[in-house]
């Protein structure tokens, strides 16, 4: 008899709701997110793999990866014409601005120095997972100039209720237009996508998002109302190209931007991987495990072990929350002290793309109501879903553990030290006691979570010159 159908026998399915929080709406309260199993006090004799009844019900809760979940704020956020302009847009290069950095052989770098059209989204996202296997020594990417965190994969990304390590972003659609003209990735301008939009993409933006403005049209007669690069002035700067245009016209650029983001994660939504060894496990296949790697999945599900799945619950193991881990701030071009959550909040609360403002399709999901930058914050990132982390290295939010070995011994050792004064570790975090073998079948276990790989037709440049 399997564990599956061990667990089904008992008529209890235990639902997908574990935690993960699909719809996001609503902060999990920490009680309810432990979901740790009890100490295991006896197996249930029928499982052939020395499961109890708690841990199968435990295991039951992180798989099967169910459907995306709807993006309520994104109307093109499953159109299929929307997706196929979107994985256009994601690899194309053309609107990127000056590189700051120069390319060696030893950072992995894109061209030399003021070059420009050299950085494309794909540039750090590429592969089975999508990920950044580009930039030198592997830790930080290097777009225009290097940033201060690793990048994440994009392969069942869509899941998250927040976007990037520290939720800077609310949906996944306003990521791409702060990647874009941001100085150290892409350092273009919101006008400069627009036009490469008119310029490039006219039939395929038309057909989704309709008409496009005529004096987009460079032989227009009205073309000047809208200058060929410009995006907001930074703070106490001079007026630039963008505070000069119309007020009105400003909205329509906005609007195209912000469909640009909305095109292009419809295409990210697409990258999803299922049926991992793990899945296969759970829905009754005894043999897609080894007795080591079921060992480890113990480890990860028993409170007085790894408790893992305190934090990486549901079926993309992470519980849609933020924990200070004392992650160290070291290795090549990290930054000193990076506060996480609590230093991305407030451009987020801050942005016109954000769920609840003008360029949103559904402002009352409630996801921002009553959020704050909180001292609390400090020091916090999101948890990491696990699913392909085994092919995603190096690990944290700045890549500083090498291997996955070297994770579970830094959670062995009861995570980090917290570097800022207001910083606080997540009391969750503490010594466990792990024996080598368990920490090694633990490790094993990580490995069951890698599935199929994603259509290869979506890991292609399909952008035009
Ligand atoms: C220079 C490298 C680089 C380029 C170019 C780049 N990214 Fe990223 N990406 C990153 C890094 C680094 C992070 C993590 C940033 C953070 O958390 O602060 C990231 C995070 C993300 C995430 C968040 C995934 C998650 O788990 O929440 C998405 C989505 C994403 N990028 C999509 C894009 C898109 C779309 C583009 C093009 C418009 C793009 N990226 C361009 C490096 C890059
Ligand atoms: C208190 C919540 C919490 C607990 C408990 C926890 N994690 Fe994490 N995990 C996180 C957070 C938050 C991050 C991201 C931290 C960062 O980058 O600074 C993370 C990151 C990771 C990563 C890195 C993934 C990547 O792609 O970089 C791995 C692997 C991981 N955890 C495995 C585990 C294992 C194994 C255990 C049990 C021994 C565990 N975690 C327990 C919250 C937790």
Redesign the pocket.
Known sequence: MSACSDSSSSGDTPGLDSGASADGATPIDASTTDTSVAADTGTDAADPNGLSAAQIAAMHTLSPLPAVPADSTNAVADNAAAATLGQMLFFDKSYSGALAVAGTLANGGLGAVGETGKVSCASCHLGAELDDRRSKPGNVSLGTDFGTR?AL?LVNASFYTWTN?GGRFDSQWSLPLAVAENAKIMSSTRLAVVHMIYAKYKTEYEAVFGALDARLDPANANAAAFPAVGKPKAAGAADGPWELMAVADQTIANTIFANFGKAIAAYMRKLVSRDAPFDRFVAGDDSAMTPAQVNGLK??LDSDK???I???SGPHFE?A???A?G?PQTGPNVPAADL?RFADLPALLASPFRTNGAFSADVNTGKLTALTQIDAQKG?????G?RG?AV????????Q?AT?DD??AF??AGGGDTVDAGEVK?P??KV?G?TAQQSAD?VDF?KTLTGADVPAALNLDTSKP
Request: charged share 15%; glycine share 8%; aromatic share 14%.
């Open positions: 690793r994969a390590w480890v990860f790894g408790a893992c305190t934090c990486h519980d929350q933020f924990h881990l992650v996480g916090q990132f999101r948890t990491k696990l982390v995603a290295g190096p690990y944290m939010h700045s890549g553990l996955l994770v579970v959670y062995n997540d969750k975090i466990l792990l633990l990580m």
